[in-house]
């Protein structure tokens, strides 16, 4: 079976010296569900801007299988009852965020 989406080594640095993600290697098969969930700065949003391919300045590699198209929805677009307009969870220690990334066939 052929993967859907593939990181090998990938990395981001927020100039002038901010890593937020370092040497991460991930493949996903079709119909994988995962999860992004980190404090804020952790990187969510940098790793699903990298995957949905609207950031291209990372290191590593990052590309979708052939005929794979990609959406990331905004902020606060898949917010439920438990969350505010940003998508952040409400309740709970710390400020965690949960992100939401799409794959489908062409």
Not at 17 to 24: C, G, K
Request: aromatic share 8%.
């Amino acid at each position: 079976m052929q993967y859907i989406y593939t990181m090998k080594g990938l990395g981001k640095v927020h100039p002038p010296d901010a890593r937020v993600l370092n040497d991460i290697w991930l493949s996903f098969l079709p119909g994988a569900k995962i999860g992004v969930l980190g404090l804020n700065g952790a990187g969510k949003s940098s790793l699903l801007r990298i995957m949905a391919g609207e950031d291209t300045e990372f290191i590593g590699e990052a590309f979708p299988a052939d005929g794979i198209s990609i959406g990331f929805p905004p902020a606060g677009a898949e917010a439920g009852p438990d969350q505010d307009g940003q998508g952040e969870r409400r309740g709970g220690r710390g400020r965690h965020q949960r992100r939401c990334w799409t794959a489908t066939t062409s």
